[in-house]
């Protein structure tokens, strides 16, 4: 799923091609891609798109009338600019280009939803507070809000913005923090190190994301870069420490880690993993090697 850095890099090249341009006609190819009835698509046919904004992980196009297109890529939808790369899911002309909307597979997870105005923004925003522009304060308050893994936290977009699964884990490599740590009992020292790592991180993969498209259309969107610490890199070396990526698997999910940097060495427990194995199950990574 397009994470925050992706999206803003989407926007940053949506707003250079479609600034003032004016939506001249919408293409919807399924069913199940429009979620909303009100306003209806007529609402922003002829209207020059004049605000672009990040909602979470959701894409924003405002309309000079105030109606916004929110588009939620989900895991498997991609955003295409003059080419359609596959039957589209929708597509978008402008008076200076064409957007497609694909999505790879069939369960149709992606969605466009219109609303109108600031409050019709507000009922689709998850609320999370937004990790690039919050003091240590807000930031270590809304980590404490609820008592679950850092890895759940950061995910929770109801308490941060825009991270998912693979940059949550890049973020806590980079901090050398434990995914199953509990948020209420972190000690003040690593939360203080969580908030400069989960800043660090976000803007530096946008600054390196923007470099990579060099002012073309973003079409590797991707949650797996070679370039990553740990995020889909099971059994390859950490680029601190070179001990072999972990993973936790959870339902369609999953967690990378370096032992060694993040866990004192301790393997943490694969549910079905480690069910099977029992009283076998390595507890560290000394005794994996």
């Excluded at 919408?26 to 306003?39: D, E, G, T, W």
């Excluded at 955003?79 to 790369?85: D, I, P, S, T, V």
Aim: with cysteine; net charge positive; charged share 20%.
């Amino acid at each position: 799923m397009p994470e925050l850095p992706d999206i803003e890099i989407y926007l940053e090249a949506l707003e250079a091609r479609i600034r003032g341009a004016s939506l001249e006609h919408i293409a919807l190819n399924s069913p199940f891609l429009l979620r909303s009835v009100q306003p209806p698509l007529s609402a922003a046919i002829g209207q020059p798109v004049t605000a672009f904004r990040r909602i979470g992980k959701r894409i924003g196009l405002g309309c000079a009338n105030s109606t916004w297109l929110v588009l939620h890529l989900m895991i498997a939808g991609r955003l295409h600019w003059n080419r359609k790369a596959g039957r589209p899911l929708a597509s978008f002309t402008f008076s200076s280009g064409v957007l497609h909307l694909t999505e790879a597979g069939s369960q149709h997870r992606a969605s466009l939803h219109l609303a109108q105005g600031e409050e019709g923004l507000l009922a689709l925003n998850p609320g999370g507070l937004e990790p690039l522009h919050c003091t240590l304060e807000e930031f270590d308050a809304t980590l404490r809000r609820e008592n679950h893994t850092l890895k759940r936290t950061l995910t929770d977009p109801h308490l941060f913005s825009g991270i998912g699964n693979a940059f949550s884990d890049e973020i806590l490599h980079h901090a050398r923090l434990s995914p199953v740590a509990l948020s209420q009992k972190l000690p003040a020292e690593d939360a203080r190190r969580l908030y400069g790592s989960t800043r660090e991180t976000l803007a530096a993969w946008i600054a390196r994301l923007r470099t990579q498209a060099a002012g073309a259309f973003p079409e590797k969107v991707t949650a797996f870069r070679p370039e990553m610490a740990v995020h889909g890199r099971y059994k390859l070396p950490c680029p601190a420490c070179s001990t072999p990526v972990q993973r936790i698997r959870y339902a369609a999910n999953e967690t990378n880690y370096c032992p060694r940097c993040q866990t004192s060495g301790r393997l943490l427990a694969d549910r079905s993993l480690s069910r099977l194995l029992g009283a076998d199950w390595p507890r560290s990574i000394d005794e994996l090697g």
